[in-house]
């Protein structure tokens, strides 16, 4: 890969990667904060297969493989969880789930 190509993915990946900061760090909404951790590991993902393909292994693209895996896991459980309190409190704002004590 040139080296001009590898610099413009890790712009790419570091812009998204900081998008998904700030998107965690801002929201309140726990929907969207989820969305800004995936994309913070998509991000991770785009570099290991850069880096992968840069020196010729396929080794960052089989670890991306697991990592997707486990992420789609994530996302099905934590959605599951924000299911069950959005039945109970009707509401997904992060602020308004700290002050409730089970």
Known sequence: MQSLLVNHYIILATILFTIGVLGVLIRRNA??????IELMLNAVNLLLVTFSAMHNEAGGQVFVFFIMAVAAAEVAVGLAILVMIYRNVRSVDINRLNRIRW
């Open 31 to 36: 929907i969207i904060v989820f969305m800004c």
